[in-house]
């Protein structure tokens, strides 16, 4: 771990990391609507190191700040050169647990909102409900001082955590992130239809948008957007792609985008 964390340090100081980005559509409208910025790492050495390893080295150090600075900003810089002209559409990016119990989170956010001159409602943070679970009254705090900013909050993998109804309604959270596991399997397996309706109708009922992770054919985003659900995104939609790969997936995708605005 040592070793790992000296080499995510030096990768950080090199800029060696880079974004990849997920698209997200409009399951009712058929538009792009945004992406999912993803971390990447690819050691010299070592080859493709996953997220699931050096993420939690990150959090387990001092590094998961500067990392989610240094996330933030480049997603917002390569984001805001991506739209250009056009609308601005939605940027996702994961936060850490350790960091939603810090209360420096959001001035760091702050600070990188002002340097891209980003309008908040661009930014969507995703939490998870273990996260909040693990201190409810901090990150209950933290996620109100986001969400005044305007700041759109989102919960992820929503479904595999243990966080309550009496609790969920207390926070400033926005969307839910339906978790891919109950995704997957929706055309063979009536629990878990059940279950992804379920939640599709209880955001709804809470006034929030909903997001079904890991669409990989058709008849899933069929069956999605016959149940109402908002957004979407999975390897049917598109894979996560270098931000170089991006203006090509758009240009050729049967997923209609916003007009540009003339100059």
Known sequence: MADLKGNLRKALDNSDLSLYYQPQVNLQQDTLSGC?????????QLGWIRPDVFIPVAEQSDLIDNLTYWSINVALREWLQFCGKAPP???????????????????????????????????????TESAMMSDPQVALHTLFA???MGITLSIDDFGTGYSSLAYLK???????KIDKSFVHQMAENKQDRKIVQTIIDLAHNLDMSVVAEGIENRQILDMLVGMGCDY????????????ADLPAWEKKSSWKNPEVIPA
């Open 170 to 176: 207390k926070l400033p959270v926005d969307e839910l």
């Open 36 to 44: 999912e910025a993803l971390v990447r790492w690819n050691h010299a």
């Open 89 to 127: 559409k939605a940027i996702a990016i994961n936060l850490s647990a350790k960091l939603l119990q810090s209360p420096e989170v959001v001035d760091l956010v702050t600070r990188a909102m002002n340097i891209w001159g980003a309008d908040p409602g661009t930014l969507v943070l995703e939490v």
């Open 146 to 148: 986001l969400h005044e």
């Open 232 to 243: 979407g995104q999975g390897f049917y939609i598109g894979r996560p792609m270098a931000m």
